[in-house]
């Protein structure tokens, strides 16, 4: 069996591709080389709308996306959200698999215990072209799973420098610094270890399923609040006192998600917020 892994540079797909690299033969196709975080057969290198050899594998795993905050752009969304997408369901073989990574913005921003079946509702030029990206890959014909994580934490190679969990979060702590809390931040949100994504996957292409939607998120719901509480136990264990700052707190109504669907499957999440969190501060602690 063959794997093709897009956006393998980046958070998510390095920890899939290297992840599956395990157990299949993995390549990978992105705009740029790495050489010391990216452990497959062969990287393939150059604009993914150029990479001509799609039709060689039986799964193609569709990292690759533009992220949200360059998509203000409406166009610039579409092309690579959508158009990219439609590029790689016209080149794969007939009997190959698409994993489309989609987002749980699809959703909008609120709702409790959000359902696969839950109507849809994007708000950003992101979330309108990862469903504009799902709806192509659903008429093609061809086979697929789509899935829709919600936001994910967990330790990796290449961390989004905005992302409050997994660095701003953690660097702070590691140079002393004060958390600095406002906003909305007790609402309750929905995470998921990027390790339990790639178990759900490899338990997909198992399985052999194929032709469905799947919410995937960890079996609790948090807020950031929560979250910081947790960070500032883990780092007293080692000997870190965190000082919080508190700011305007704004109310803002909860956003979490529903993965029985994904559980019906037989699959199920390993890991809780306290062992990602733990594993996250101990990398930045170098422990």
Known sequence: MKILVTGATGYLGNKIANFLEEKYLVDTV?????????????????ELNDFQQYNQYDYII??????????????????VNMDLTENIISKMKV????????????????????????????LTNYAKTKLMGEEVIRESGKKFIILRPSRFIGI?????????????FPQKIMKNDIISLFGNVNKKISLIDILDICNFIEWIIRGKIVNETYNLTGDYKTS????????????????????VEKGEIIEDKNFTLSNEKAKDTGWSPKKNLQQSLREILEMYLGD
Not at 234 to 240: D, F, H, M, N
């Open 30 to 46: 992105s705009r740029r080389h790495e050489e010391e975080h990216l452990k497959v057969s062969n990287q393939f290198i150059g």
């Open 62 to 79: 569709h990292c690759a996306a533009a992220r949200p905050n360059d998509c203000n752009d409406i166009e610039y969304a579409k092309k």
């Open 95 to 122: 009997d190959a698999t698409i994993i489309y990574v989609s987002t749980q913005a699809v959703y909008g921003n609120e709702g409790e215990w959000v359902t696969e079946k839950t109507q849809t509702n994007p």
């Open 156 to 168: 990796g190679n290449f961390f989004n420098k905005d992302n409050i969990i997994t660095t701003l």
């Open 224 to 243: 950031v609040k929560e979250i910081v509480e947790e960070y500032k136990l883990l780092a007293k264990e080692k000997g870190i006192e965190v000082v």
